[in-house]
Every structure is written in structure tokens, then in C-alpha cells.
């Protein structure tokens, strides 16, 4: 071999912009990279523990309308069925309209002033 063939040091240098970074650049880089990292992760639990909250949230609320629904439709069947029965009240009531039933039949009787048109016909004193 020539001397004149051999490479010579400036043959085998890399342009500045496509040297590889030093060991101290990879480090700073390894460090930007771990705190990132960190941060994502932090991030990411929170995101996570507000997912979980809302999905709490969701069953709670999604429990609270059934339990609304249940009691609208146990409402809406005892409408149907009218209220309670009490011995009470129904004989409260039958008797009423055995009244309301006689009183009708004496404004039917002839020749009998109905009360109405009884007190219209007095005088009050003075007038």
C-alpha cells in the first residue's frame, strides 16, 4: 500500500450537525424525558381517579332514578286504586248521601216551599 492511498483523520470527522449528541447532552436529555414522564404519569392518575369518581357518581344517580321511578309508579297505582279504605269516612260518607238523597226527595213533594224560595219570601225586620 501507498502512503498516498492511506485516509488521512479529516477523511473520517462528521459534520458538525451529524456528530451524535455527547454524554452529557444524552443525560440532560434522559432527565427532560424522566420528568415528563412523571408529570404524564401524575396526569394520569388524576384523570383516572376523576374517571373513577364520575362512574361512582353515575351508579349513585342512576340508583337515586330507579328508586324515583319505583316510587312514581307505586304512586301512580295507588291513584288508580283510589284511596285507602277506612270504615270511618265510608260510613261518613254513606250517610251523607242518604241525607242528600232524602233532602232531594222533599223538593219534589208538591205543594211543599222549598227552602230557598221559603226564606226568600220573609222579610227581614226593618226592610
Do not use: H
Amino acid at each position: 500500500m501507498e502512503g498516498s492511498e492511506r485516509d488521512r483523520t479529516e477523511d473520517w470527522l462528521l459534520p458538525a450537525e451529524k456528530a451524535p449528541p455527547l454524554l452529557g447532552e444524552l443525560e440532560l436529555r434522559i432527565d427532560e424525558a424522566l420528568t415528563i414522564a412523571r408529570a404524564s404519569e401524575e396526569a394520569v392518575t388524576l384523570v383516572g381517579a376523576a374517571a373513577i369518581d364520575a362512574a361512582k357518581q353515575a351508579v349513585r344517580a342512576a340508583e337515586l332514578a330507579e328508586r324515583a321511578s319505583a316510587a312514581a309508579l307505586d304512586a301512580s297505582r295507588a291513584a288508580f286504586a283510589g284511596p285507602p279504605e277506612d270504615a270511618s269516612l265510608r260510613s261518613f260518607s254513606e250517610r251523607a248521601d242518604r241525607v242528600v238523597a232524602r233532602l232531594r226527595a222533599l223538593e219534589r213533594l208538591p205543594g211543599r216551599p222549598r227552602a230557598s224560595s221559603a226564606a226568600a219570601g220573609r222579610r227581614r225586620p226593618g226592610g
